[in-house]
């Protein structure tokens, strides 16, 4: 079995300690996801498992002929070929493999050469031009890219370029940093489905908590250096970490007590010759606990905000009628062609709502937002704003107009309401912006970090119609549910368009799914506008696969086709209930489980805690009791968490 093991590894900069003794365990079958706090280490973390750096000191071990296939985050350009031919580097392996096979056979080795004739076919080689188009297809291309030169290709699609080539390579284990940064809804799901057949092992970062919830089964997390493991999927391990987090706020808050107790009385005291030796007593103390200091992860630290009240507007928010937008296109032989991206589009939104806008890329999104926003007047038809509406308009572009010599914190001291001031540091905290980074000029700024700030400077602003284009990209989890809460609080109405499965899931009212030319309403959140899809796809399978038969029937009875009709949309419904019933049945069970499991640890904690005293492992009678409690806590929790794997099996399926 192909493995990668490393033990006690270690690396600091300067006087920070980024990694202190972490091990971890890849291997065959592992789904892991790294989670921490923004500049917590996990790149690092990922490139010291890849190879590409070195620790200070620690132990690494790798399995003979395995192969490593690593992703960054980003900062990867390709150039000088076809689509097709870059991708094809991927069997760069192979191809080597073969010139050995060749030589192998010249020089009549012949056993050598049958067993590395296996190795090369298993590997997939001599199919990997399917190969190759499967990928990109399922990664976003089309099949007029293929022979499209690399340069051709904006950065987002750049990474694409680079995620099918480590995906391609087929290595024993995936090290991916931050995957789906450039990946629309369509591209990660087959990506979940890619790494959920994938028999290798595997470690990713993403900021995408349904993504993680889907692939993974185990979460490892790093902070302040430790690296620690969590079985289950995200959204256990956060529920799990919470009870820990509840636990670690309060001996926070009572060190933090003594801290302030202490400095009080040798600010106090200090000074004074009759309380010199005591104060001196308290600086020892304090120096002590100093050196054990408690912190709290910035990433679970809970962070609250809310948006100024948003001005009244009338009922009618923005209304469309027969809008179109027609962009001239280049056919691969240099011909020009009109390509109607939103024709004869009807839109009315109403206030209150929340309606996500949906489609692959190309299909218009970006280009509808804009035309909503009053950013794009190059169209036809008729688009009103109703009776007050004050627009908020937040896009990626937002970042490029960000310019000047004033910090951070000064910028946005000077425009926001009074009442948030003080909320200030808060939210740029829950921005990514912590410590000194809130004293940064907008000059200095990466395009990441202005774009972050073009967001929250929007915020602050009193609005009622928020049009949000990808406003999560450079959030981490713990920002995004920050964003999301003061979003679902907003007194006025949102139209965005995320390819977050799960900032979708939580906040959209309705959803408008986009294709070129086509659009379709869904009067419902994303579940709803999923299970509509879903049976829709399902209608399409059975006409294709019964086409005739349905043909015969409708022409030997055209009058009961309707009855047939409602019949069958009444099925679809009550399937629909039913299916929702299971899974709210299997959630609840699943919830009592996570308390149970959480109890039963907590218990054997503390047990475990009275083993250690004195009065106890010194009686052999109350030695053994506690100890035969211990073991029942320990097959409980074992006997929980495998009924947990299976509901999660079965919500996953549901």
């Not at 100093?290 to 910035?298: A, H």
């Amino acid at each position: 079995m192909a493995f990668v093991q490393f033990s006690k590894i270690s690396l600091s900069f300067g006087d920070r300690d980024i990694l202190k003794d972490v091990s971890i365990n890849l291997a065959e079958g592992t789904k892991a996801a790294l989670t921490g706090g923004n500049g917590s280490g996990k790149s690092t973390l990922i490139k010291i498992l890849a190879g590409i750096s070195q620790a200070d000191s620690g132990n690494r071990a790798v399995e003979k002929n395995c192969r490593i296939g690593y992703l960054p985050q980003s900062g990867i350009v390709h150039h000088g070929c076809s689509l097709m031919e870059e991708v094809d580097k991927a069997f760069d392996f192979g191809h080597e493999m073969q010139k050995q096979i060749d030589m192998l056979g010249e020089q009549l080795k012949l056993e050598e050469q049958a067993e590395l004739i296996q190795k090369l076919d298993d590997s997939g080689y001599h199919r990997r031009q399917a190969m190759c188009e499967s990928v990109l297809l399922g990664l976003g291309f089309e099949q007029k890219d293929f022979g499209r030169n690399v340069e051709e290709f904006s950065g987002g699609w750049q990474m694409r370029i680079a995620l099918a080539k480590v995906l391609l390579s087929n290595p024993d284990i995936l090290l991916l940093d931050e995957p789906t940064n450039y990946l629309d809804i369509e591209a990660r799901n087959w990506l979940e489905q890619f790494l959920a057949d994938f028999s290798g092992g595997f470690l990713l970062v993403s900021h995408d908590r349904y993504f993680l919830d889907v692939t993974v089964n185990e979460i490892y997390e790093l902070f302040n250096g430790n690296l620690n493991r969590y079985p289950g999927n995200y959204t256990h391990y956060e529920k799990v970490r919470q009870v820990e987090l509840e636990s670690l706020i309060q001996r926070y808050e009572l060190q933090q007590a003594e801290i302030k107790k202490l400095e009080d009385f040798i600010r106090r005291f200090g000074a004074k010759a009759t309380k010199a030796a005591q104060a001196q007593e308290r600086q020892k103390m304090l120096d002590k606990i100093l050196e054990n200091k408690i912190e709290i992860p910035e990433n679970l630290k809970k962070i609250h905000f809310s948006f100024p009240p948003a001005p009244h507007s009338g009922k009618i928010v923005v209304t469309g009628e027969a809008l179109n937008k027609t962009w001239v296109s280049i056919r691969s032989d240099g011909s020009e062609f009109d390509n109607h991206v939103i024709k004869d589009l009807d839109l009315l939104v109403e206030n209150g709502e929340r309606l996500v806008v949906v489609g692959r890329n190309g299909a218009g999104k970006s280009t509808l937002l804009r035309i909503i926003a009053g950013a794009d007047s190059d169209y036809s038809g008729t688009l009103k704003l109703g009776a007050g509406v004050q627009v908020g308009y937040f896009t990626q572009d937002n970042a490029e107009t960000l310019k000047g010599s004033m910090s951070i914190l000064e910028l946005l001291e000077s425009e926001a309401p009074l009442e948030l001031i003080p909320k200030l540091r808060d939210m740029l905290g829950s921005f990514l912006f912590r410590g000194d980074d809130v004293f940064k000029s907008i000059d200095v700024l990466s395009g990441g970090e202005k774009s972050r700030v073009a967001l929250l400077r929007l915020l602050l602003k009193p609005i009622n119609l928020l049009i949000l284009d990808e406003p999560t990209n450079h959030l981490d989890l713990h920002s995004k549910d920050v964003l999301l809460d003061a979003l679902k609080d907003f007194g006025g109405t949102i139209i965005f368009v995320s390819h977050d499965r799960s900032f979708i899931e939580k906040l959209a009212t309705r959803v408008l799914e986009l294709h070129p030319g086509v659009a379709r309403n869904f009067p419902g959140n994303y579940e709803y506008y999923l299970s509509q899809i879903e049976i829709s796809q399902s209608s399409v399978q059975m006409s294709n696969t019964s086409k005739i038969q349905s043909s015969l029937k409708a022409s030997a009875s055209t009058s009961e086709t309707p009855a047939k009709t409602m019949s069958a949309n009444q099925l679809n419904r009550e399937e629909t209930k039913r299916l929702a019933a299971e899974k709210k049945r299997l959630e609840k069970r699943e919830e009592q489980i996570l308390l149970e499991i959480d109890e039963a640890e907590e218990q054997k904690t503390s047990l475990e805690m009275q083993l250690s005293l004195p009065e106890v492992y010194s009686d052999g009678e109350k030695c053994r009791e506690i100890s035969s409690k211990i073991d029942e806590l320990e097959t409980k929790i074992t006997e929980l968490n495998s009924e947990w794997e299976e509901l999660s099996e079965k919500l996953s399926s549901l």
